[in-house]
């Protein structure tokens, strides 16, 4: 098995029904994908600010429906753990002072310490990542290994 993990931006995509995004993730088996705890604390952070500004009925409304749904797409994935020996990765990491976010860099330890393929469109700061394997499925399907 094979372990894809979908970094924040990659979900994003795919939860607003990106074409290629969508056939790349239709090809793995649903098993086989996951998500960085930290991803799920970026995609709840970013709703919750939503809901604070909402000053409409309307707007409260959708902000709660988009809330929902992104919950319910949560729910379909894996959700990998930030835990000691990732945070241990994470700190090893920012000694190195890479130019990389911290957020990314949680996110890169996880997936260095789970041993997965983070899939993501931010080849740019990702590859600063020693050892860090990475896939873009934004630009075309991935043949199956």
Avoid at 102 to 111: C, Y
Avoid at 134 to 145: F, G, H, T
């Amino acid at each position: 098995m094979k372990l894809f993990i979908l970094d924040t931006d990659t979900l994003t995509l795919h939860q607003k029904g990106h074409p290629v995004v969508g056939d790349n993730i239709a090809l793995h088996d649903p098993d086989d994908l996951a998500v960085s705890v930290i991803t799920v604390e970026e995609q709840l952070s970013g709703w919750y600010t939503v809901l604070r500004q909402a000053k409409t009925k309307s707007k409260l409304a959708r902000a709660y429906a988009q809330l929902a749904a992104c919950v319910e797409s949560l729910s379909d994935l894996r959700v990998l753990p930030f835990n000691e020996a990732c945070i241990d990765r994470f700190d090893a990491l920012r000694e190195a002072r890479l130019p990389v976010r911290s957020m990314d860099l949680r996110i890169a330890a996880t997936a260095l310490e789970f041993g997965g393929t983070l899939v993501t469109r931010n080849v740019r700061d990702f590859t600063q990542v020693p050892g860090l394997v990475l896939e873009d499925w934004s630009i075309a399907p991935q043949p199956l290994p």
